[in-house]
């Protein structure tokens, strides 16, 4: 119903930075709020930022004064500037949405609540 489709992954030294990039596509009547979490092998997917359709942000704390989240609500895309990367940044990135899309067609077309995660993302910090 809703494709979210990623970019921007790939392999940085200490210190360096990368940005993200979420581009949603589908039946979208509007999208919510938006977020990035990352699951680093043998640990569960954590959330790292996210924001509002009103682009209020919140951030956990190992990506505060690093990371900036942004949205473009005509592109229905949400980007993560990473920057001052570390090696404990490596992980798979995922992309995360609050969706209402349309289901059903002329009289029987509704918006219906749809929770969107994209496939992925590898971040890789290393020397």
């Known amino acids: 119903q809703v494709q979210l489709v990623e970019s921007g992954g790939g392999l940085v030294q200490p210190g360096g930075s990368l940005r993200l990039s979420c581009a949603a596509s589908?039946?979208?009547?509007?999208?919510?709020?938006m977020g990035w979490y990352r699951q680093a092998p043998g640990k569960q997917r954590e959330l790292v930022a996210a924001?509002?359709?009103?682009?209020?942000?919140n951030y956990a704390d190992s990506a505060k004064g690093r990371f900036t989240i942004s949205r473009d609500n005509a592109k229905n895309t949400v980007y993560l500037q990473m920057n001052s990367l570390k090696p404990e940044d490596t992980a798979v990135y995922y992309c995360?949405?609050?969706?209402?899309?349309?289901?059903?067609?002329?009289?029987?077309?509704?918006?219906?609540?749809?929770?969107?995660w994209g496939q992925g993302t590898q971040v890789t910090v290393s020397s």
């Open positions: 995360n949405a609050d969706v209402r899309i349309y289901t059903g067609y002329g009289g029987s077309m509704r918006v219906t609540a749809y929770d969107s």
């Open positions: 589908g039946r979208i009547f509007r999208i919510n709020d």
């Open positions: 924001i509002t359709s009103g682009s209020m942000t």
